[in-house]
């Protein structure tokens, strides 16, 4: 396992789509997290997973965002009709309990 | 969770020694002290954690004094690659969401 993956890297879309994001954990970590992150500033915390059960979300979460992690393995976030404040980098990262989170990639998510 | 405070801003050369300094005056008990670093259009990389006292790894070295309520990342001999974004966090022991700052932008020149 090379660590936390994410997929797609970018995706651009028109205001009012749908876009669902994809992130494959590190394999033995039974905690992950969704971050939200845009230009300047440090990422913010969305929402997180213990295996299958979402225990936190945060009030940046609205009504058109949804995480699941069914099988407590891969996540997916998914934005319905999105507008141009969701662009943003989107950033999974996984971790055992009590310790370091690790990071994927990103998700950069562009709204037009 | 406590917040932290570190520079905005740094300048530094290459093959010196970079300290950055954070502060938390209102950690707790239980919580330890994060570093990662951020490369732009990239996902935060690990750098070192420790709860006191000195943590030093392949990468850094953390120095923490013993009332805990700040904190120095020490780069040594940085090169043009460490030029990065760097953010302290304050961890709960129980590992939920990360709390983070504005990070220090390290600009290292030759």
């Known amino acids: 396992d090379t660590g936390v993956s994410q997929d797609p890297r970018h995706k651009i879309t028109k205001r009012g789509q749908n876009v669902t994001f994809r992130c494959d954990p590190i394999?033995?970590?039974?905690?992950l997290y969704w971050y939200r992150q845009t230009l300047g500033q440090g990422p913010e915390f969305l929402t997180y997973?213990?295996?299958?059960?979402?225990?936190?979300k945060s009030r940046l979460l609205s009504d058109r965002f949804s995480a699941e992690r069914p099988k407590g393995s891969f996540s997916t976030l998914e934005i319905q009709r999105t507008e141009q404040g969701d662009s943003a980098m989107y950033l999974c990262?996984?971790?055992?309990?009590?310790?370091?989170?690790?990071f994927g990639p990103g998700t950069r998510l562009l709204v037009l | 969770l406590a917040k932290t405070t570190q520079p905005i801003s740094m300048d530094s050369y290459e093959g010196q020694e970079v300290n950055i300094t954070c502060s938390h005056n209102?950690?707790?008990?239980?919580?330890?002290i994060t570093w990662y670093q951020q490369f732009p259009s990239q996902g935060p990389r690990f750098i070192i954690q420790?709860?006191?006292?000195?943590v030093t790894n392949e990468v850094a070295s953390l120095f923490i004094p013993a009332d805990r309520k700040s904190s120095t990342l020490s780069l040594p001999r940085v090169s043009l690659s460490d030029t990065a974004v760097y953010y302290c966090?304050?961890?709960?022991?129980?590992?939920?969401?990360?709390?983070w700052g504005l990070g220090t932008s390290l600009a290292v020149n030759p």
């Open positions: 990262a996984s971790s055992s309990p009590g310790e370091t989170q690790y």
């Open positions: 394999s033995e970590h039974n905690r």
């Open positions: 997973f213990q295996n299958e059960a979402q225990l936190e």
């Open positions: 209102n950690i707790a008990t239980n919580d330890y």
């Open positions: 420790g709860y006191k006292t000195k």
């Open positions: 966090l304050v961890q709960a022991g129980n590992n939920r969401k990360l709390i």
